[in-house]
């Protein structure tokens, strides 16, 4: 099955600075990959999403890459703020289904 | 449009019991899936509805079962359960047509196994 790795687990930056969150897949049919915030107390949150017919994505502070020859997708959050700091998850999934597979998660501490 | 509700938000069993918890999707949602988050293994996939038929199934013992009505609201059920079934477990909808397949969860119920 579909195996995601995710990097770093811990993730600390100053505010203003950029943060970089990097996954790899192992199934080349994965097609989906979305990133989820998730924040104390609080279910996931889908952030942003990306399909295997596009290479890049920006929404305002966030984009999303994605390299399907390599299976690696990444994150990037520009001019980061206090607000940011939460657990972002990676995930993937095949055509067809809705099951993600997702990665450790990342948590992300963005200091004032 | 409201969102994915999950009841109950904490729960406290003992081992040896069973446990019922139920997730309503956003109105319209067909597919329900449910995962279990755990700090060690992180977001596990359970199981997943649509249209009341079991769609796909992750590698979680037979322990652990669900269901759907017909108003796609889903049930998961844990029967003898153990320690290691303490997790906070997510429902998450989606439209269900195979080709958007966003996900959206809900807050979570926190079960703790005694």
């Known amino acids: 099955g579909e195996n995601v790795e995710q990097h770093p687990s811990t993730l600390s930056v100053q505010e203003g600075d950029s943060a970089v969150i990097k996954c790899t897949y192992s199934?080349?049919?994965?097609?989906?990959f979305p990133w989820y915030k998730q924040e104390l107390g609080k279910g996931p949150q889908l952030i942003i999403d990306?399909?295997?017919?596009?290479g890049e994505k920006k929404d305002q502070r966030i984009a999303v890459t994605l390299n399907k020859t390599a299976k690696h997708f990444s994150l990037h959050i520009t001019e980061t703020q206090p607000e940011d700091s939460a657990v972002y998850f990676c995930?993937?999934?095949?055509?067809?289904?809705?099951?993600?597979?997702f990665g450790k998660g990342t948590m992300l501490l963005v200091s004032p | 449009k409201a969102g994915v509700t999950q009841t109950p938000r904490y729960l406290i069993k003992t081992r040896g019991q069973q446990v019922t918890l139920s997730c309503s999707p956003i109105?319209?949602?067909?597919?329900v899936s449910w995962y279990q988050q755990t700090p060690g293994q992180g977001l596990q996939f359970l199981f997943e509805?649509?249209?009341?038929?079991?769609?796909n199934k992750g590698n979680f013992p037979g322990r652990f079962s669900g269901r759907q009505f017909s108003n796609s609201r889903s049930e998961m059920n844990v029967s003898t359960l153990e320690l290691g079934d303490s997790a906070l477990y997510l429902c998450?909808?989606?439209?269900?047509?195979?080709?958007?397949?966003?996900?959206?969860f809900g807050a979570g119920t926190r079960l703790s196994v005694l």
């Open positions: 995930a993937a999934s095949i055509p067809g289904y809705s099951t993600l597979t």
């Open positions: 199934d080349s049919a994965s097609n989906y």
């Open positions: 990306i399909r295997s017919n596009v």
């Open positions: 109105s319209g949602h067909r597919s």
């Open positions: 509805y649509f249209s009341e038929t079991q769609r």
């Open positions: 998450a909808s989606a439209g269900g047509g195979g080709g958007k397949n966003i996900q959206y």
